[in-house]
């Protein structure tokens, strides 16, 4: 397995692979080390060159592999699903749950998109509870509601005030 750093205008992250695929990406608070070199992990380099393009609105749908070989067969089925969530667009937690042939596993749904290990690439943020609320975001839901401003700002950016 291989690790890397990326720092980006919306906070730093580790990010790490196997030869198979894309394994991590997380927002740390943790200082990367001092001699970051450029990824030579193929699997790196393609997701810090996506996850800068996203960033600068630039990129709308990522193309990467993932290794997920120690998730439950359950989990890989609702990240199968985030990652059809079209970029500025939204579901419920039990649209999710329905899709996978869960309909009462919401909350089942709610643990597996908190056991993300590939964040905004893998896009939990885009799940959202049926009454239309932003519901539980592992970075915050002030994080969250960033990222869906940067994906459709007409309906997640702020409202300014008029007096």
């Known amino acids: 397995m291989t690790t890397n750093w990326l720092k980006t205008d919306f906070g730093?992250?580790?990010m790490s692979a196997t030869e198979q695929g894309l394994t991590e990406v997380r927002l740390t608070d943790t200082k990367?080390?001092?001699n970051l070199s450029y990824p030579t992990n193929p699997h790196l380099k393609a997701a810090s060159e996506q996850l800068l393009a996203y960033f600068a609105g630039a990129l709308?749908?990522?193309d990467l592999t993932f290794d997920w070989t120690d998730a439950t067969d359950f989990h890989k089925a609702v990240w199968h699903e985030l990652t059809q969530i079209k970029y500025g667009h939204t579901c419920s937690y039990q649209q999710i749950a329905d899709k996978?042939?869960?309909p009462k596993g919401?909350?089942?749904v709610g643990q597996a998109n908190?056991?993300?290990p590939?964040?905004?690439i893998v896009p939990c943020h885009r799940v959202i509870a049926k009454t239309g609320d932003l519901q539980g975001y592992f970075y915050g839901l002030d994080f969250k509601?960033?990222?869906l401003a940067l994906e459709n700002p007409l309906s997640f950016g702020e409202q300014g005030t008029l007096f």
């Open 12 to 14: 730093t992250f580790r």
């Open 32 to 34: 990367p080390p001092q």
């Open 60 to 62: 709308r749908e990522f």
């Open 100 to 102: 996978v042939g869960a």
């Open 106 to 108: 919401m909350q089942a």
């Open 114 to 116: 908190r056991r993300n």
């Open 118 to 120: 590939i964040a905004i």
């Open 145 to 147: 509601r960033k990222l």
